[in-house]
Structures are given as structure tokens and as C-alpha cells.
């Protein structure tokens, strides 16, 4: 029946958000490597999609001494599963929640305003209208990921 200290708590959640930092740009390196085969103007016959891999995430500054683990021959979403450089979805959606839930966490978790402009805002409206338009209705701004970095504890 003892409280858990506030301490452990904080190590606890420091502990959650180890390699955040690197998970973050795995899974960029793999929305963007989807995108950049998606733009290819032309495909050559027997082109090496490892070199272009290997070529576009060096690009980007990525290691090669830590291999990715969203390869393209093997990643099912870059060419398959209906994704068609949608990958970057899953990102996206993360950034829009935490930028959404941090205003809860400015105004306060239960404010009825906040939760009834949300309502009224986003739930309701489906897709009757540009997300954009609907998100900053509620928001009063555009989302940015300063939320998802602080969340992830990759930002103070």
C-alpha cells in the first residue's frame, strides 16, 4: 500500500523513451525511401534496388554501419499492401495526436471546450471537408511535431 516514488516514475517513463531517437529515424529513412521510389520519373530494367537504397538513405546521412530494418526487397509496404508511398501515415498520424493532445494537456485533460471543439470539429465532420481546414478549426493552428519530439523525450 506504499506510493510509488516520484523518482521511480521518472525513471520509469525516462526509461520508456529509450531509442526514440533512432526508431523515429528508421521510420522516417522508410517514408521517405517509399516516397523516393515514387518519384522515379523512369525505371530501368534491371536496376539494383539495393544501390538505389543504399544510395538515397546515404544521402540522407544514415549509417551504413546499422542497417535498416525496412528493407525494400522485403518491406511489404513500399510496393505492396495498398500503401503506395502512404507510409509516412503512420508518422503523420502520430504528429497530429500528440499536437491534439497537447493542447488537452495545456487547457487541461477534461476541459469541456477543448473536448466539445473536437467533437464538433474533427469527429463530426468526417470527411465533409479539407482535413487541414477541420484540424486548425480546432486547433487554431497547424500541427507541429514539437509535441511528438517532447513526447518521445527526443525534445525538452
Do not use: C
Not at 48 to 58: Q, S
Not at 119 to 138: A, C, D, V, W
Request: aromatic share 12%; glycine share 10%.
Amino acid at each position: 500500500n506504499e506510493v510509488i516514488p516520484a523518482g521511480l516514475i521518472k525513471k520509469l517513463d525516462k526509461s520508456g523513451k529509450y531509442g526514440q531517437g533512432f526508431a523515429t529515424t528508421e521510420y522516417l529513412a522508410a517514408s521517405l525511401l517509399d516516397m523516393d521510389f515514387h518519384v522515379l520519373k523512369e525505371v530501368h530494367e534491371g536496376a539494383d534496388v539495393m544501390k538505389f537504397e543504399e544510395a538515397v538513405l546515404g544521402d540522407r546521412g544514415l549509417l551504413k554501419q546499422i542497417p535498416s530494418r525496412y528493407r525494400t526487397t522485403y518491406f511489404n509496404h513500399t510496393m505492396g499492401g495498398g500503401y503506395t508511398a502512404g507510409y509516412y501515415s503512420y508518422i503523420w498520424a502520430e504528429v497530429l495526436d500528440a499536437d491534439a493532445f497537447s493542447l488537452f494537456k495545456q487547457k487541461g485533460i477534461f476541459n469541456r471546450d477543448v473536448a466539445g471543439s473536437f467533437r464538433q470539429n474533427i469527429l463530426s465532420k468526417g470527411g465533409t471537408e479539407h482535413p487541414m481546414t477541420l484540424y486548425k478549426r480546432f486547433r487554431g493552428q497547424e500541427p507541429t511535431i514539437d509535441a511528438l519530439l517532447i513526447r518521445n523525450g527526443i525534445k525538452n
